[in-house]
């Protein structure tokens, strides 16, 4: 066990911080708050060679006796460790996982997605995806327990910031929280989400496991924006060999038009909420993947893309043209992957820009009555598209 050299343990207004120094300061490192725990960790890690005399320690200093309050402190003990090893404040062999954590690999968007550290009902959302995990990965994230530890970092640049997202973006690194999720404190990427650290609140259970299901979702959709796929807010469906997404405003009726699909016509349905836009030998697909909102609709496999159609409630059925840059904005208002900068913004629409060139992108006013389906239908059969 041992402390990383460059830090110094100060109390200002009775708070706790650990200090950078020297050249410490000169890698931009930050001060960083400590709690009760952690500041006595620190005083004391110099003293012991393993985690086992730490304990001791902690026992003795607050007279911990009956097995509980023993055991309560031997989690603070790792929870601390931990977060010291993830900021590179120390060096220490690290317990084996808990008993209701694991680790998996799945294979999404054409990336094999490494998953450390992740509550055993986090690998039940995503056991249709799951591959060999003896593959080489392109993406890691590992999740780690976490007791709240919080950095004050040097005027980071503030990209997103409203009541349900926090993207703050650091020389090295983006810090991504969630204010209104009980559970994870906070998440890091680098390499736009090739690598990412999680950090949550105990118990590992199924309620985290949902938590983590939709901020992997942000991270993925990060990394495949790298790749030039987007995820674009829409239902789909399979007809005759190809995809074709309906997308709109909440309320259109993209759910219930893909289900009149399939109940008149026995057409697949693919995914309920969100598709992913990619591309195999420059031809536009889309590639199955498990974000599925409430619908639980989701296939894993990829299809040739067809067309993108935005609807829009009506009281008849029609087709209205769309000027090339109604139909830019059209699918942009509906992507979810991020445009937090100039650049990824820039990148969003150079992806719609080549879409456009391949496939219809059409507006359908339309009912949510089954002659909606039976109209758009048509249309495709004769390529009615305007």
């Not at 460059?6 to 020297?22: E, R, T, V």
């Not at 009902?121 to 056991?127: G, I, K, Q, T």
């Not at 950090?199 to 991270?219: G, T, V, W």
Request: aromatic fraction near 10%; hydrophobic fraction near 35%.
């Amino acid at each position: 066990m041992k402390q990383t050299d460059g830090f110094c343990l100060k109390y200002i207004d009775g708070i706790p911080y650990l200090l950078p120094f020297g050249q410490r300061i000169a890698e931009h490192r930050r001060s960083i708050q400590l709690n009760e725990t952690s500041a006595f960790v620190w005083e004391h890690l110099p003293e012991a060679s393993t985690w086992e005399e730490l304990h001791t320690r902690m026992c003795s200093h607050w007279e911990a006796s009956v097995p509980g309050e023993i055991e309560e402190l031997k989690q603070d003990l790792f929870l601390t460790l931990q977060q010291f090893q993830a900021f590179g404040l120390c060096e220490w062999e690290e317990p084996k996982a808990e008993s209701s954590s694991t680790c998996f690999s799945c294979f999404i968007g054409g990336a094999v997605i490494r998953i450390e550290g992740a509550p055993i009902a986090l690998s039940r959302l995503l056991a249709d995806f799951m591959t060999d995990e003896g593959k080489e990965f392109d993406m890691q994230i590992r999740i780690f327990p976490s007791n709240g530890l919080s950095t004050s970092s040097i005027n980071p640049e503030i990209l997103i910031e409203d009541s349900e997202l926090r993207i703050l973006q650091h020389q090295h690194y983006q810090r991504i929280q969630f204010p209104n999720f009980k559970q994870i404190v906070e998440v890091r990427t680098c390499f736009h989400g090739a690598k990412s650290e999680i950090y949550c609140l105990p118990p590992f259970d199924e309620s985290l496991a949902n938590e983590l299901f939709q901020a992997i979702r942000l991270i993925f959709s990060q990394f495949m924006q790298t790749r030039g796929k987007l995820l674009l807010h829409s239902a789909s469906l399979l007809y005759e060999g190809k995809a074709w997404l309906f997308s709109g405003s909440s309320g259109t009726g993209k759910s219930t038009h893909t289900n009149l699909w399939h109940s008149l016509f026995g057409t697949k349905r693919l995914n309920g909420d969100l598709n992913l836009l990619a591309w195999e030998e420059n031809t536009p697909v889309i590639q199955g993947i498990p974000w599925c909102g409430t619908s639980q609709i989701c296939d894993k496999g990829s299809y040739p893309l067809g067309g993108i159609v935005l609807l829009k409630q009506d009281k008849d059925n029609f087709l209205t043209p769309l000027t090339h840059a109604e139909q830019v904005l059209g699918i942009w208002q509906r992507i979810i992957s991020p445009s937090d900068s100039e650049d990824s913004l820039c990148q969003n629409l150079d992806v719609i820009e080549k879409l456009l060139s391949h496939i219809p992108v059409v507006c359908l006013h339309c009912t949510k009555e089954p002659q909606a389906a039976i109209y758009m239908k048509e249309q495709i059969d004769k390529h009615h598209f305007i």
